[in-house]
């Protein structure tokens, strides 16, 4: 019954949301203020597969693109502001963001919501293949899933010099302490929160309507 109410809470708010910017478009999220916890333990990076062969690449204007083997551009998009820290799949920080990222085709969240472990100990293993960006507005995290060419913004509660944290099962966003002034709030999110956004981002996006090229980037129809 709460999965159920959650999906619907989430369907109504996204087709209730305004026209425009896409992130703009993003419906509130229930992230609760408290106090940083205990670092998570980590999971080891997956391999990426021999077949793997979608391209991430973003630029410091804040411009992303997805290529694949052949070199088509599956998606070409914008985000609110330039990118500053980035961490993929379940929360394995990226070190150069402007550095070429592969994914693979073939990922949990790419299989619906069965694939999803929505019941299971640790949800961050529903995680691979995803790509998690703060930019310097801080006002909204994206979260891209290069397998589907989907990407989702999550508004944020507040907070300046974000990072976050991976639970088994929750997202943690993390004021990151400056020496003028130590400490910094702390948000949790469940991850079943977001069961909306990881269905839209699980279905077919614009490569579903056309591919590009170098010289053509955006299909016609």
Sequence with gaps: MRLAVLLLTGALAWAQAPA??????????????GEAGPAPAGLAAPTAPASADLTVRLAADGA??????KGLIRLRTGLPGRPLRVWRDWGVPVADPLAPMVFDRRTPLGRGIGGMLVGAPDFRLAL??????LDDDEGYLAVV??????????????????ALAFHPDHLELRERPAAARPGGAAW???????????IQLGQAGADSRGQGTALAPFPKD
């Design 188 to 198: 949790d999110l469940p991850w079943l929160a977001l069961l909306p956004q990881f």
């Design 145 to 162: 899933h290069p397998a589907t060419a989907r990407v989702v913004y999550l508004p944020l509660p507040g907070g300046q010099n974000l």
């Design 64 to 69: 992303l693109r997805i290529t694949d083997g």
């Design 20 to 33: 425009g910017l896409p992130w703009k478009a993003a419906p509130a999220l229930p992230w609760q203020l």
């Design 128 to 133: 691979e293949g995803l790509l998690w960006i």
